[in-house]
T-cell receptor
Framework: KQEVTQIPAALSVPEGENLVLNCSFT??????LQWFRQDPGKGLTSLLL?????REQTSGRLNASLDKSSGRSTLYIAASQPGDSATYLC????????????FGTGTRLQVFP | NAGVTQTPKFQVLKTGQSMTLQCAQD?????MYWYRQDPGMGLRLIYY???????DKGEVPNGYNVSRLNKREFSLRLESAAPSQTSVYFC??????????FGPGTRLTVT
């Protein structure tokens, strides 16, 4: 059974720092991996989606990498800002194009001025 | 486009009461999903619908029923609410192979 773990559970950093959020999964036979952002009391917003054949995806200050063989993905946030404060969730789909996403429990990030 | 909409935003029920959570999407997506989110548990899939007229159980389906009324709408019903169903419920939809889009959630409390 696929299990997704995110470490750390919470992170507090000063503005301007570059930071890395980690996501690990137990079954490497995934179809794709998706990173989400969730603001308090809100729904999830998709940040990046990496297909199993890809190694990384970039959007602005965000870069997500995928290493299927080791069961890991990282989300890199460059030059963090207070507006980045949120919970970040990763989710994997697979194997194949199954309809089911398996979510990690998230990393709660606080960026202080 | 409104995206994925959910009603109501908040609801308080007494144990044993029933209610239906509504979800609609205007993006012409085939697949729709219902999740619940509990502290420390992440999001867990309750039911999903790969296309109009089909529904399948997810990870935690007990105590729930769903209806895919048409391509736009996917409802979640609690026939006899229990305190263990206190949670935040999210509906999502997905076009083909790509990412899922989520609604704003329904915060349900069962007393």
């Amino acid at each position: 059974k696929q299990e997704v773990t995110q470490i750390p559970a919470a992170l507090s950093v000063p503005e301007g720092e570059n930071l890395v959020l980690n996501c690990s999964f137990t079954d490497s036979a995934i179809y794709n991996l998706q990173w989400f952002r969730q603001d308090p009391g809100k729904g999830l917003t998709s940040l990046l989606l990496i297909q199993s054949s890809q190694r990384e995806q970039t959007s602005g200050r965000l870069n997500a990498s995928l290493d299927k063989s080791s069961g890991r993905s990282t989300l890199y946030i460059a030059a963090s800002q207070p507006g980045d404060s949120a919970t970040y969730l990763c989710a994997v789909r697979g194997p194949y194009n199954t309809d089911k996403l398996i979510f990690g429990t998230g990393t709660r990030l606080q960026v202080f001025p | 486009n409104a995206g994925v909409t959910q009603t109501p935003k908040f609801q308080v029920l007494k144990t044993g009461q029933s209610m239906t959570l509504q979800c609609a999407q205007d993006m012409n997506h085939n697949s729709m999903y219902w999740y619940r989110q509990d502290p420390g548990m992440g999001l867990r899939l309750i039911y999903y619908s790969a296309s109009e007229g089909t529904t399948d159980k997810g990870e935690v389906p007990n105590g729930y029923n769903v209806s895919r009324l048409n391509k736009r709408e996917f409802s979640l019903r609690l026939e006899s609410a229990a305190p263990s169903q206190t949670s935040v419920y999210f509906c999502a939809s997905r076009p083909g192979e790509w990412e899922q889009y989520f609604g704003p959630g329904t915060r349900l409390t069962v007393t």
